[in-house]
């Protein structure tokens, strides 16, 4: 009986043109695993290609880890949709009548084909259509929980994934096993650390300093950096192999983890000023106010970094929520006049304000507020509501520690 390995390069050999895909939640993992399975799928001489659908814009998180992750081989071949899935084809049955000649016209939205036969003629009972094979004869999803978080992706060839065959490649306990062949490791801290263990089954020797620096950038985004308690040996022992197999360990660091500008640090600084925390701080918080990103000269796009910090420096919080207000686009004077309000004391406040909830593996963030029509992924969502920070803090932390009083975090 083929191992589930074998099972998956079994497949792979069979076919020629292969589409890998991740979630739009653009998560560093997705990114760093699947570009290595494209390079990978290269060597092999496999015609591979990468979509993933552009993360929502009002994700701001998503959006900056899309971008940060560009330092490494072969980001730039990855697409935000799917071309030419899927030919048309017009048959022309030429039993009775030969073709001297083919023309087409178009206008307006009418394309007319032109034929002129040679003898005889043609009738409508002689024409045909049909629709051609799909493009991609197998479909890789790499880090994915279930086929509606590839977004656009999905949502716009949903008939394509349920006729091609899916390997389904994941760690996450909340997958839902959609694939025909689901590679599920619980235990890896990442499905970069899962990659590794198959190519090593399929031939250690195909994966090169660009692979293995793919695959490690996975691992260390996973752990931020090995600081997570999520750290196993085999992860550990699976770093120190793609180290020694030429992966760019120091690159990934200064730019993932070495490359906080000033401005983020003061943005860091002022969380640090309002952070609460509630449930032996499993649940930890806090807001900011727009005058909080004039001050600092950084922008909710850095929010990101601001979690990383959180994650890593308080192990014990399951749950980190920020608040933040809308950011409304002032000219110059005006940015003055805010400042000023808040050196007196007077901080303005808006009734629109954002939330941002990250979770542990075991929690699921849309489930904790899907109340609140949030956007994201399982671990990092992001909701709006229409009142002021503070009272959107109430509010939001009351309805989270009622939805988790039946959890055991």
């Given amino acids: 009986m083929l191992t589930q390995e074998q099972q998956i ?21 997705a990114v760093a695993s699947s570009l290595a399975l494209f390079l990978f799928l290269k060597k092999m001489g496999k015609n591979a290609e990468i979509a993933a659908a552009t993360p929502d814009p009002r ?22 949709s799917i071309d030419n899935l899927r030919k048309f084809i017009i048959s022309l049955d030429i039993t009775n009548a030969k073709v001297s000649q083919i023309k087409y016209k178009l206008e ?9 036969p040679k003898s005889g003629f043609f009738t409508n009972g002689d024409i045909t259509s049909r629709a051609g094979e799909f493009k991609y004869d197998l479909i890789i999803t790499l880090d994915t ?98 180290i020694a197999m030429g992966g760019r360990r120091e690159e990934i660091v200064n730019t993932l983890y070495r490359s906080r500008s000033l401005n983020v640090l003061k943005l860091w600084g002022r969380v640090l000023a309002r952070l609460s925390g509630t449930l032996e701080n499993k649940i930890i918080w806090s807001t900011l106010s727009h005058v909080d990103f004039l001050k600092t000269e950084s922008s909710e796009n850095d929010l990101s970094d601001v979690i990383d910090e959180l994650i890593v420096n308080i192990p014990q919080a399951k749950i980190i929520v920020i608040f933040y207000e809308k ?34 593996k075991n929690i699921n963030s849309l489930d904790l507020i899907k109340e609140f029509n949030p956007t994201g992924s399982k671990r990092l969502a992001r909701a709006e509501i229409n009142k002021g920070v503070l009272s959107a803090e109430k509010e939001i932390i009351e309805h989270i520690k009622k939805k988790i009083s039946d959890l055991a975090i």
């Fill in 9 to 29: 390069f079994e497949q792979i050999n069979k076919v020629k043109n292969i589409l890998i895909t991740f979630s739009n939640a653009w998560d560093g993992d």
């Fill in 59 to 80: 994700h701001t998180v998503s959006a900056i880890e899309k971008k940060l992750f560009s330092f490494l081989p072969g980001f730039e071949k990855i697409k935000n």
């Fill in 108 to 116: 307006e939205n009418v394309l007319d084909f032109i034929i002129s």
């Fill in 145 to 242: 929980a279930d086929l509606e978080s590839l977004g656009k992706i999905y949502d716009n060839e949903t008939e394509f994934f349920y006729q091609v065959p899916i390997i389904n490649i994941d760690h996450q306990a909340g997958n839902e096993e959609f694939g025909q062949i689901n590679f599920i490791e619980l235990t890896a801290v990442s499905t970069s650390e899962i990659l590794f263990s198959l190519f090593e089954s399929y031939s250690r020797d195909m994966v090169d300093e660009d692979i293995a620096t793919c695959l490690l950038a996975g691992i260390i985004y996973k752990t931020k950096s090995f600081k997570t308690p999520n750290i196993t040996p085999r992860a550990l022992i699976t770093t120190s192999q793609l």
């Fill in 327 to 360: 950011l409304p686009e002032l000219n110059n004077s005006e940015k003055q006049n805010d400042l000023e309000k808040e050196n007196k004391g007077r901080q303005t406040t808006l009734p629109f304000t954002h939330i941002l909830v990250y979770s542990v």
